[in-house]
């Protein structure tokens, strides 16, 4: 089954097209309901994994069932949009490119890889091989926190994983992504009138500037590490001392030390308050582990790059800073690729867009690398 492109931009549009943001399930449910569909069609096993009520059905889909994969294919179906956004602005084509919410993040790429299998399944390529798929609905916003632990002993079962989020805008592929921590600090004061009783308050606003300052400073561009304070509230009123503050944060790292040498910096401002009579609470850690590779991962890296001179599709690699579901995958010790769906940028934007002449040529390259990985076995 050769990709026909209109026919692909025919069904992205219908997905993109239905508003699927994370904490709404009967969004992401339909989309789930169209894959469950598409696979089927072909003769694979759908299961839905519940792992919530508060969000959409999980998929495992598989070719066969095995107790290890050859390859384990990751892609969500949520995005990060709020309900109504798909109707402001639905899928539109602009020039070379398509637009609309989640079209590259990560629709194009759960279409892209529906399409590959089926190609190869077509021609015979998967008669001796076991395939797992797997579309997760948590994703966005919530750190894939209640399939993040399916996902990964399904990637403990797996030779290989493929993520079908997007190719880098300048359409490099990702072999390696930081690690996410996130923290949520509240800050105990004193209100008081800030006219009559300003002595009597306890300024948690106040407490709470010296925190940032220190949080900020703890970002650390020598060993890739930052540190955003991304969100602040105190206060209620301009007349009266603020009694309650707090903070997100934001961290991204690659070593894991520097999680703990972040923890230390929060830790010695709650022992030592720079307000007197403030206290802090801290909650929060690490939601994503960084994806690193190994060898074997580095190995695969050059493979692709054989397969990409061979069909003529042009890449580099790249570090990400952002999140993935590759990156449970990786931390289990599985080789990981990412970046494998069409090539893209803006994502969680209104300017989020697809490159409509890189859906073939990456599409050909998925198909051979998942080839590639079933003749090594």
């Not at 009520?53 to 990060?80: F, G, Q, R, W």
């Not at 590490?225 to 007349?239: E, P, Q, R």
């Not at 939601?287 to 991962?297: D, G």
């Not at 990412?338 to 969680?348: E, F, I, M, N, S």
């Amino acid at each position: 089954m050769e990709l026909e492109k209109q026919c692909y931009l025919d069904e992205l549009a219908k997905l993109v097209n239905i508003d699927s943001v994370s904490s709404e399930p009967e969004g992401a449910g339909k989309i789930a309901a169209f894959m469950k569909e598409k696979y089927e069609s072909i003769g694979w096993s759908v299961e839905e994994v519940s792992l919530s009520e508060s969000i959409a059905p999980c998929l495992k889909i598989v070719n066969k069932e095995a107790e290890h994969y050859d390859v384990l294919l990751l892609a969500h179906m949520d995005t990060v949009f709020p309900l109504g956004t798909a109707a402001k602005r639905p899928f539109r084509i602009e020039g070379s490119r398509a637009y609309g919410p989640g079209v590259i993040d990560c629709k194009g790429g759960m279409l892209s890889g529906y399409y590959a299998l089926a190609n190869l399944q077509a021609r015979g390529a998967l008669q001796e091989a076991a395939i797992c798929v797997f579309l997760n609905s948590d994703h966005e916003g919530i750190s894939s926190r209640y399939s993040a632990g399916y996902s990964t002993e399904l990637a403990g079962k797996s030779r290989y994983v493929l993520v079908l989020e997007a190719g880098r805008a300048n359409g490099n592929l990702v072999h390696k992504r930081k690690g996410i921590a996130r923290y949520h600090i509240d800050i105990k004061g004193v209100a008081a009138h800030a006219g009559v009783d300003y002595q009597k308050g306890r300024n948690a606003v106040e407490e709470l500037a010296h925190w940032i300052i220190a949080l900020q400073a703890a970002t650390d561009f020598t060993k890739e590490t930052t540190v955003n304070v991304g969100k602040v509230w105190g206060g209620t009123g301009i007349s009266a001392v603020p009694g309650a503050a707090g903070a997100a944060v934001d961290v991204r790292y690659y070593d894991k030390t520097e999680i703990e040498r972040v923890a230390g910096v929060m830790d010695e401002l709650q022992r030592h308050p720079h307000v007197e009579g403030t206290s802090a609470v801290v909650e929060g850690g690490i939601t994503r582990p960084p994806m690193l590779p190994t060898e074997k991962t580095m190995a695969l890296c050059r493979s692709i790059d054989e397969i990409g001179q061979e069909i003529g599709v042009e890449f580099g690699w790249t570090a990400s800073g952002g999140g993935s579901d590759g990156s449970f995958a990786a931390a289990g010790g599985t080789p990981t690729i990412d970046g494998l769906g069409p090539v893209g940028g803006g994502a969680h934007s209104e300017g989020e867009y697809l490159e409509m002449d890189s859906i073939i040529p990456r599409y050909e390259l998925l198909c051979r690398i998942i080839q590639h990985i079933i003749c090594q076995r």
